[in-house]
């Protein structure tokens, strides 16, 4: 898990975020254990901003993959910063089954499942009762 928060944590040194000052990164595994990294990236116009946990995830399924382990996320906050809302649904679309591992401003981390910060959750098979 170190090269993951590791991983997570080097993407937050390239996060472009000049207008928040809010720097994120996120590193995200592969059940094969490749690692995609991250960054939040901020525009002017601020619904365009990805966050770090959505820019992983799309780099990994823009490269093929489909099954995840993990996703580390890391802030410089006291707390353990979580994925936000937009993020949490993205990664339940495509990994219902992530460990998610916040990481804060000191290295330390606090795991827990996705399922638990989405409880009941919206997906594929509300789409087919219409």
């Given at each position: 898990m170190d090269k993951l928060v590791n991983a997570a944590q080097q993407a937050q040194q390239r996060a472009l975020a000049p207008y928040s000052k809010f720097h994120v990164g996120a590193a995200l595994e592969t059940a094969a254990g490749k690692i995609y990294t991250g960054c939040n990236i901020e525009s002017s116009s601020y619904g365009l901003t990805c966050c770090a946990e959505r820019v992983a995830m799309f780099k990994a399924l823009s490269e093929g993959e489909r099954e995840f382990k993990r996703l580390a996320?890391?802030?410089?906050?006291?707390?353990?910063?979580t994925?936000?809302?937009?993020?949490?649904?993205v990664l339940w679309d495509y990994g219902q089954n992530l460990e998610i591992i916040?990481?804060?401003?000191?290295?330390?981390?606090?795991a827990l499942p996705l399922r638990d910060l989405l409880p009941e959750a919206f997906d594929e098979h509300f789409l087919k009762q219409g």
């Open positions: 996320v890391a802030a410089e906050t006291e707390e353990f910063c994925p936000c809302g937009a993020c949490r649904q916040c990481v804060n401003k000191h290295g330390a981390q606090h």
